[in-house]
């Protein structure tokens, strides 16, 4: 069986080694960078599954890092799990919306839980199956087939946790979802992630729907809907 690739993007070598040790252990395939350039170059060439990516990166930087892997074909489709010393909501609000997958503040303080965080990714990348392919309303229409999401017409650039989110929404129009619900409708039962993060993909994704960005209302006290 082949093993998942990761490539560590990391110029802090303690931390790098780490990394690679416990994901080693854990049978992933491991490659590592220490600067930007190095990362984009690694990338197109062994096209690894998953990159932990550094945001405070010499040469280029993490956020950059991922804008060119996302918009190079051949990378595009790759997990980015961001990894930043930088915690606040603004920092994690660019880093979603240039499309990581995940974002984990450092320093890590638990191995184990980085590691069940990569596992709910890689599960998260697995098709679903389900009867109906499209959904369209107010001018949305997520296709899950094709896994575009466009809104009048033109396709929403959305990362993969942007495009399951509005999909669990549109599916249900006028039903609110508190922040748990979300969190196991679009990113996965399994997935280990604070309530809060789901206002981070919600802003993200408003700001990508431009002028329909109210179509997805906030419930106070409880969470978001689609409009009815």
């Known amino acids: 069986m082949t093993k998942t690739k990761v490539l560590v993007v990391e110029d802090y070598r303690p931390l790098a080694e780490t990394l690679e040790y416990q994901l080693q252990r854990a049978g992933y395939d491991v490659h590592l960078a220490a600067d930007g350039r190095e990362a984009i170059h690694q990338a197109r060439l062994i096209l690894p599954d998953v990159v932990f990516l550094d945001v405070d990166l010499p040469v280029i930087n993490g956020v950059d890092v991922c804008k060119q892997l996302r918009s190079d074909p ?13 915690g606040e909501e603004s920092d994690q609000v660019v880093g979603f919306a240039v499309g990581a997958d995940d974002y984990v503040v ?10 069940q965080r ?50 669990a929404l549109i599916r249900q129009p006028g039903r609110a979802f508190d ?19 789901i206002d981070v993909h919600i802003r993200a994704l408003r700001k990508k729907m431009g002028e329909a960005a109210d179509l997805i209302e906030t419930v106070r006290g409880i969470g978001y809907r689609f409009r009815e």
């Open 118 to 167: 990569l596992k709910a990714l890689l599960r998260r990348r697995e098709p679903s199956i389900d009867d109906v392919d499209q959904y369209t309303r107010y001018g949305v229409t997520v296709d899950r087939r094709r896994f575009v999401a466009t809104l009048n017409g033109e396709q929403l650039k959305l990362t993969k946790s942007e495009f399951q989110l509005l999909e």
């Open 106 to 115: 450092k320093p890590v303080e638990s191995y184990k839980v980085l590691l």
């Open 179 to 197: 922040r748990n619900e979300l969190v196991g409708a679009a990113l996965g039962e399994d997935t280990l992630v604070l309530e809060r993060t």
């Open 74 to 86: 051949s990378t595009k489709e790759m997990l980015i799990l961001m990894l930043s010393a930088l």
